[in-house]
């Protein structure tokens, strides 16, 4: 069975840290584009950062370039968000997609409708 499962968020005070994991199973993330979503209450969801295999790529939308990372470990089969000074801006709802491993790029990895499987999400909430 194919699934993606999310974990890692929680409540930070802003400026802090936290670390998303995304668990895949049914399917080796090797061969697959790993990206991060969020939604914040009353918003769309939209694209974070993505993870490509076949070249390393990885893309971030500009609010979090220079804060977020992700990383990848194939051994364990999880893909990684790194999140640092986090804001109350940050607050949403993440979720993580796998799409195979050329089916997006640098100009449409932000959009939801190419990605295969998704996970059911997990809640970072940055407030004092």
């Known amino acids: 069975q194919v699934q993606l499962v999310e974990s890692g968020g929680g409540l930070v005070q802003p400026g802090g840290s936290l670390r998303l994991s995304c668990a895949a199973s049914g399917f080796t993330l090797d061969y697959y584009t790993i990206a991060w979503f969020r939604q914040a209450p009353g918003k769309e969801r939209e694209g974070v950062s993505c993870?490509?295999?076949?070249?390393?790529?990885?893309y971030y939308t500009n609010s979090v370039k220079g804060r977020f990372t992700i990383s990848r470990d194939n051994a364990k089969n999880t893909v990684y968000l790194q999140m640092n000074s986090l804001k109350p801006e940050d607050t949403a709802v993440y979720y993580c997609?796998?799409?195979?491993?050329?089916?997006?790029?640098?100009?449409?990895?932000?959009?939801?409708?190419?990605?295969?499987?998704w996970g059911r999400g997990t809640q970072v909430t940055v407030s004092s």
């Open positions: 997609a796998a799409v195979d491993a050329t089916g997006v790029g640098q100009l449409s990895w932000k959009r939801e409708y190419k990605y295969t499987y």
């Open positions: 993870s490509r295999p076949t070249d390393g790529s990885t």
